[in-house]
């Protein structure tokens, strides 16, 4: 059984699938889970969908309305992704948004073309016909576009409701049958006033019921786990990160001692959080961790390892590999439980259209420490209750179950740990420099009260040396970088702008307690063209 189709054995849907809902069918845009967190956060429920969804699946899942993507490809493109046209017959609301539009207009007979002006960045968008889905706003709307393409001939019942200076079809709409399409995407923050529009066209033109709150979630996965599990023991590999710390928290209310907590020591985490997770969970919550140390394996395993794929893999095969003689000598178990999230079960299975062929090819970032990561041998059945959950709704289900503060707003965290922050070789002189670095780095950023205004703050430890002056002597000596960015996702970030004096007394604290550092650089790259981690 995949971790796929464990997430959506456990995630049951009501008996109308997705009524009071909004399906979003993926077209391949970078923004396509960020439609699906807006629309949640509007307390309706949203599930992405592939656009090869058939009408008649949509007409048995029954949704509220539906929102099309957009995507990299031109409507006329050979091998382009299409829609089943059968599903403009099924009565329900649609909004195209950048392709999705394009698509709409070209499917219902109208024209799309390579635009004489490519649309890229802020633009302003002059509502010329509010109607439902501009209902409220301001006539003018700064608007964030993305395209190569427009429509040049709307197609019939259609009429023009919105226009830049340089899109003269910006926003259409047909109120009769209620379809919606604009060139701009308002899931982004760049465009102002973007969630309202959604808002209307949720709850407004869809009708939908705003009742997807995590404490409904929760009662409900206590339901589901109480069912399944059906009184057998359940084994949760236990990371000490927001996901698989929450998951541990809702089993236990679920299924009590029935759980068993297994926290493997892999030598990667940071400064005393080992100690801190194990004594946390047992003394204050009473949840059981067995807690296995396997440094010396992992180090082993890492010998001469520089290339970080490489790394992710053989951490993960040593981690199996100690999972399974633990699993084994503490069994049987007739559960494992991860704590998979939404993004990592879409992304996991990502594909994207290839330009020159029209043919569709998977996707692969980097490794995902669970999805996927099991071997096909696996003897337990799998329980995900978060695999529909993205990390914001997280973070509310562990505030709902009482989770600790230190946990809850907990920066994520690699499944691989400090192994992918110490660039090259990882030994265990280098994991204790880049340890002790990080503590520092953590230790002021909280201090100065900063912590929750970032998104992420990590030390990485470069693989080469740099010159410096220490004591009126000449050192060749470690470099840490300081990386730290803003995000509300994870999906796109920007280097936070700290504080110099924040940066000073980072700088001087690393240099001066840190043996056998004498440089520290701050990481200034946004995502993109960088990834958050630098492995």
């Known amino acids: 059984m995949t971790s796929t189709q464990a997430a959506l054995e456990v995630e049951k849907l009501p008996d109308k699938a997705l009524t009071d809902s909004i399906a979003i069918l993926d077209f391949g845009s970078q923004y396509s889970q960020l439609i699906a967190r807006r629309v949640r956060e509007l307390r309706v429920y949203s599930e992405l969908l592939p656009c090869s969804t058939s009408a008649a699946e949509l007409k048995r899942l029954n949704p509220s309305g539906v929102i099309l993507s957009g ?105 009769e049958r209620r379809f919606y399409g604009l060139q701009f995407h308002p899931e982004v923050v760049h465009t102002v006033g973007g969630q309202e529009i959604l808002k209307n066209f949720v709850l407004n033109v869809c009708r939908a019921t705003p009742s997807w709150t995590m404490d ?111 699993s084994r000598r503490l069994g049987p178990f007739d559960y494992l439980a991860q704590g998979t999230l939404y993004p990592d079960v879409i992304e996991s299975a990502a594909t994207q259209i290839d330009p020159k062929t029209g043919e569709r090819v998977a996707v692969k970032i980097k490794s995902h420490h669970n999805v996927g990561g099991l071997p096909p041998d696996l003897q337990f059945k799998l329980i995900e209750p978060f695999a529909k959950l993205f990390k914001d709704e997280v973070r509310k ?54 912590y929750r205004q970032v998104w992420q703050i990590f030390g990485v430890l470069l693989p080469t040396k740099s010159v410096g002056v220490m004591g009126d002597q000449r050192t060749y000596q470690n470099q840490i970088v300081i990386r730290a960015v803003t995000s509300e996702d994870g999906m796109t970030a920007d280097w936070a702008r700290l504080p110099y004096d924040l940066l000073e007394t980072i700088s001087r604290r690393i240099v001066n307690e840190v043996p056998g550092v004498n440089r520290v650089l701050y990481d ?3 995502k993109p063209p960088a990834t958050i981690e630098w492995e």
């Open 71 to 175: 995507g990299p490809s031109s409507v006329y493109d050979r091998g382009a992704p299409t829609l089943d046209r059968e599903i403009w017959k099924l009565g329900l609301p649609v909004l195209g948004v950048c392709y999705g539009m394009q698509l709409m207009a070209n499917d219902l007979g109208g024209r799309v073309e390579p635009a004489e002006v490519r649309e890229y960045g802020r633009a302003t968008l002059t509502v010329v016909h509010h109607g439902e889905l501009f209902y409220g706003m301001d006539p003018a709307i700064e608007s964030w576009m993305s395209h190569g393409d427009s429509v040049t001939e709307l197609p019939p019942g259609f009429a023009v409701t919105g226009r830049t200076m340089d899109t003269p079809v910006a926003a259409i709409a047909d109120e």
């Open 397 to 450: 289900v562990a505030e709902e179950l009482g989770v600790p503060e230190g946990i809850r707003v907990r920066h994520p965290f690699p499944g691989p740990g400090l192994a992918i922050r110490v660039l090259g070789e990882v030994t265990r002189e280098r994991l204790k420099t880049l340890r002790e670095a990080d503590w520092i780095i953590r230790e002021e950023i909280k201090a100065h009260k900063l």
């Open 524 to 526: 200034v790259t946004s």
């Open 216 to 326: 409904r979630f929760i009662d409900r996965a206590l339901v589901d786990i109480r069912q399944r599990a059906g009184g057998k023991r359940v084994l949760l590999a236990l990371s000490g990160g927001v996901d698989s710390s929450t998951l541990a928290f809702l089993l236990h209310k679920a299924i009590g001692e029935k759980l068993t907590c297994m926290f493997i020591d892999q030598g990667f985490m940071r400064k005393n959080e080992p100690e801190w997770l194990v004594e946390t969970f047992e003394s204050q919550f009473h949840i059981h961790v067995h807690y296995v140390k396997a440094r010396d394996r992992f180090l082993e395993k890492l010998k001469g390892v520089t290339d970080p794929e490489e790394k992710r893999k053989k951490i993960g095969e040593e981690f199996i590999r100690v999972f399974e003689e633990e």
